[in-house]
């Protein structure tokens, strides 16, 4: 089946950097790659996502670029702020009924 | 706001007891899928629903079950609870089958003692 490494597992940046957070997957079947931020007591929220025909997709300060040929994509978020804080998490799915498979999460910390 | 809702959102139960938790879906939404999130850990994918029956399911043992209603509002039963169950379960709806958005709700915490 699908395996999702993602690292750092813990990033810590000052207000106002850049954060960049990254993911390899092991099934080239693959060809979707959401990324979810998850706050303390609540669910994950979507925040971005990328299909397999696409290498880089921008939503305000939030990107991401994917690699299908290395067979790793990334998170990217410029202007980091304090909400930014929280654990996100990258996930990949081939599609159909398998359901996503999940990396272990990156706790983002945002120093003021 | 997600509009995926989810009840209860706590609850504590004995080891080998049976639980049942419940998931209202998205407006519009004809897929939902349920994942156990362990402490520290991502969510794992137990099963998907859609058009009322399961079709799809992650490594999971049989006593993981689970059921669709016309209304496409979903349960997940789990059966002679151990310890290991413990964890945050959470539902995700999707308006179809296959490689589309997920929407989570804000899961139920369960706790087995």
């Known amino acids: 089946g699908e395996n999702v490494e993602q690292h750092p597992s813990t990033l810590s940046v000052q207000e106002g950097d850049s954060a960049v957070i990254k993911c390899t997957y092991s099934d080239s079947a693959s060809n979707y790659f959401p990324w979810y931020k998850q706050e303390l007591g609540k669910g994950p929220q979507l925040i971005i996502d990328i299909r397999s025909n696409v290498g880089e997709k921008k939503d305000q300060r939030i990107a991401v670029t994917l690699n299908k040929t290395a067979k790793h994509f990334s998170l990217h978020i410029t202007e980091t702020q304090p909400e930014d804080s929280a654990v996100y998490f990258c996930a990949a799915s081939r599609g159909g009924a398998d359901g996503l498979t999940f990396g272990k999460g990156t706790h983002l910390i945002i120093q003021p | 706001e997600t509009g995926v809702t989810q009840s209860p959102t706590h609850l504590i139960k004995t080891r080998g007891q049976q639980v049942t938790l419940r998931c209202s879906s998205q407006?519009?939404?004809?897929?939902v899928s349920w994942y156990q999130q362990a402490l520290g850990q991502g969510p794992q994918f137990i099963f998907q629903y859609y058009r009322e029956e399961e079709n799809g399911r992650g490594n999971f043992p049989p006593r993981f079950s689970g059921l669709q209603f016309p209304n496409y509002s979903s349960e997940l039963n789990v059966n002679a609870l151990e310890l290991d169950d413990s964890a945050l379960y959470l539902c995700a709806s999707s308006s179809e089958t296959g490689v589309t958005e997920a929407f989570f709700g804000q899961g139920t915490r369960l706790t087995v003692v």
């Open positions: 407006s519009g939404h004809n897929t």
